[in-house]
């Protein structure tokens, strides 16, 4: 039996104090990489007086792998923005959707989707974000329905692999999950999940939708460098070819990432690297690292071990009912705030359980589907969420109209039942497909 000692009670008053910090980012102003950094230092300086913790053990705990990757992609976008070749992907789409508002939202919705398999759910709105908001305001029409949209469903999307969210990062990092196991499991669920959500937006924007176009888009930027977009798309298709069998050759995904990147630019000699790193998001990348140095913090007290011990019961008695109420509260937490700190206080638990001989497969599953589906249940569920409520909220502003802001109380009314239309529809999967997630190893 794991007793609790002191080195438990101060590692989770500074879990606590971290994570009220994070999660109440909107309320005070202070960005939540700033409170994670805090955590950090506080924790390790707590760990090297009462003997649990050290820098070194901190450098351990990060999971380079996923701070890796997520950088290396973030220049890769820079440079496959800079072609133009989004802009003129979605004012192509835009061109073929003009005759009715649903085929349009169902055209650009596919797109983000499938860029989402590839790409975290933010980058792709910031590509797509504005770009909606232009191709909506050209033809007459409202574009809080298609802002919506793709929030919406780029999270939805980001579930299906391994690099097309932030926790799949994280999920599979720990538990060992290579790309095409990941995708072999949740791209059923999230097929589902995405024809859920148009099905529900068609009826919860049926007034909108249904509201007549004042103009057809016919107008198609040209690429501003056509020969680097197509290039970058045989580099992105040649990562996913190394994707898919980087297990088998002993490549980690930052390092596929990295080969992906270095041939990249080498094909092309206008390729600016000073120009291209510019673009990271450098705070992103710090509160990973410093959420990592703060959980590995707790998880040296035991403390996690101890919560994990509590779930242990349940998890034998009854997997499927575990990874049930796993995925609700997963949902729910991922809704209220964030889907990185829960995910990221979730995995040692997991972790600690397998580690003696319990099978959890299920829940890594249920635990995936929960903070993504669950990140649609609010405007600050998920960091795509909060970007396109800020841009809604500034052309709300710029045009002098209140009905283009994206409010919390609209999320509520529109977001919330496509995020229970999503949870529902896992819930069954994991129901009647259990004996599919519930694998030997990975």
């Known amino acids: ?8 009670l101060v590692s989770a008053i500074i879990l606590f104090i971290t994570f009220a910090g994070i999660f109440t980012e909107t309320y005070h102003g202070i960005e939540r990489a700033k409170f994670a950094m805090a955590g950090a230092g506080a924790i390790i300086i707590a760990g090297q007086i009462l003997g649990f913790y050290s820098p070194e ?5 990060i999971d380079w792998n996923v701070v ?17 070749g989004f802009d003129h992907l979605a004012q192509y789409l835009a061109k073929l959707g003009s005759k009715s508002q649903f085929t349009l939202m169902v055209l650009l919705g596919t797109a983000v989707t499938v860029i989402s398999l590839l790409l975290d759910n933010v980058t792709t709105v910031i590509i797509f974000g504005p770009l909606i908001i232009m191709i909506a305001r050209s033809m007459g029409v409202s574009p809080v329905p298609y802002l919506l949209a793709a929030a919406l469903l780029s999270d939805t999307g980001g579930v299906a692999t391994l690099v097309g969210d932030p926790p799949n990062l994280m999920i599979g990092s720990a538990a060992g999950i290579d790309f095409n196991t990941f995708f072999i499991h949740m791209s059923l669920p999230v097929l589902f999940a995405w024809l859920g959500i148009l099905v529900a937006l068609k009826w919860l924007f049926k007034k909108e939708l249904a509201s007549k176009i004042e103009h057809e888009f016919d107008h198609v930027t040209e690429y501003k460098n056509k020969a680097l977009w197509y290039k970058s798309l045989g580099v992105m298709a040649m990562m996913v070819g190394l994707f898919i069998i980087h297990h088998h050759i002993g490549w980690a995904p930052w390092l596929v990432a990295a080969a992906g990147l270095t041939l990249l630019i080498f094909l092309s000699k206008e390729i600016e690297l000073e120009h291209a790193t510019m673009h990271i998001e450098t705070p992103l990348l710090m509160f990973f690292i410093s959420l990592f140095i703060v959980i590995g913090g707790v998880e040296q007290t035991g403390l996690l071990e101890l919560i994990g011990e509590q779930f242990k019961p349940l998890i034998l008695a009854n997997p499927m009912l575990a990874a049930l109420a796993l995925l609700w509260i997963a949902a729910i937490f991922s809704a209220l705030i964030d889907n990185i700190p ?5 995995i040692p638990v997991l972790a600690g359980l397998q580690l003696q001989g319990i099978n959890v497969s299920v829940l890594w599953w249920a635990l995936a589907m929960g903070v993504g589906m669950g990140g649609n249940g609010s405007h ?4 795509a969420n909060v970007y396109i409520v800020t841009i809604s909220e500034r052309l709300a502003r710029e045009t002098g109209n209140p009905d283009y802001a994206i409010t919390p109380g609209l999320w509520l009314r529109k977001g919330l039942p496509a995020m229970l239309v999503t949870l529902v529809l896992c819930s069954i999967f994991i129901w009647f497909g259990y004996d599919f997630l519930y694998v030997e190893q990975f």
């Open 1 to 8: 039996m794991i007793e609790l000692t002191t080195p438990m």
């Open 57 to 61: 053990l901190a450098l351990q705990a």
């Open 68 to 84: 890796f990757l997520l950088a290396i992609m973030m220049i890769i976008i820079s440079i496959m923005i800079s072609t133009g």
């Open 342 to 346: 829960f995910t990221a206080a979730m």
């Open 380 to 383: 600050i569920g998920s960091t």
